[in-house]
């Protein structure tokens, strides 16, 4: 069987610029795939796990960004990012910028980073550090696709990849997006955890029946955007809003009758009635995305 597969000695070089636990999980598995890597952090000591699998420590981040044309920086926020590259040349580097920021600020960093002549990919990383390597982990991309296609199989050692555009800062709107939906999610779990505490029913019971229904409710997303993308609301609902505000009151009340504050579902239900009392019964919850709409 013909491996057509790079060997480690053909694979692309990279700096890594930010070692804490994700960084040090993204060197590993470039590491792990053969590629040489070079590696900066603002405290030194925190590059030993990374120099003891066979990374290059760099005295400075501009000595790393010399090492390589590929540049990877995973820091603390968007400005730890200006100030570690403050210093380096970027002219003839390929900047990846795996910093969690806003779109604004993958936007604003992109034309700082051309105005250097450095071409710019902004990610977004959904995933944990234990999940770096392993399936299910991927980043989002956005920015230049010319450097998404030529570093892509790299990028993808880690993490798999998704290119989701040209405007820099769409990488952080779909992270901060899905981030959203997920928070959301762990609100609902928080609240329903909270109903059976004080009771006798064992936590992992109610783990062993929440977890396959809201799998099973995840898929209303297609609904929500087939419904947003054709403007009729209407469509095919199963549960109109008239129905599932009239069940709300239960859902009070066995909050009152249980002792649990019901502040993480009072701004959604909320939400409901005042679309409801706008003469959008017969909609489901989509109308609810035009109302959270300031501008």
Known sequence: MNDNSPSPATRTPLTLLGTGAMGTALG????????????????????????????VAAGSAAEAVAANRLVVTCLLDDASVGTALEGADLAGRDLV????GTPADARARSAW????????????????????????????????PEVFREHRDTLAGPAGTEYVGADP??????????????????????????????????PKDLAALLVPWLNAMTGMAHGTAERLASGDYTTDVVS???????????????????GVDPQLLSPFLDLMRRRLA????????????????TR
């Open 28 to 55: 590993r598995a470039w590491l792990a795939a053969g590629h040489p890597l070079t590696v900066w952090n603002r405290t030194p000591e925190r590059t030993a796990a990374l120099t003891a699998e066979g990374a």
């Open 97 to 100: 910028n795996l910093t969690t």
């Open 113 to 144: 980073a051309e105005e250097r002549g450095a071409r710019f990919l902004d990610g977004g990383i959904m995933a944990v550090p234990p999940m770096i390597g392993a399936p299910g982990a991927f980043v989002l991309y956005s920015g230049r």
């Open 169 to 202: 800062g769409l990488a952080a709107l779909y992270d901060v997006a899905l981030l959203s939906g997920m928070y959301g999610m762990f609100a609902g779990v928080t609240h329903a955890f909270a109903l059976l505490r004080g009771t006798d029913v064992p």
């Open 240 to 258: 109109n809003l008239e129905m599932q505000v009239a069940g709300t009151d239960t859902l009070l009340r066995t909050a009152a009758e249980q």
């Open 278 to 293: 706008d003469g959008h019964g017969a909609e489901d919850t989509t109308g609810l995305v035009d109302l959270l709409r």
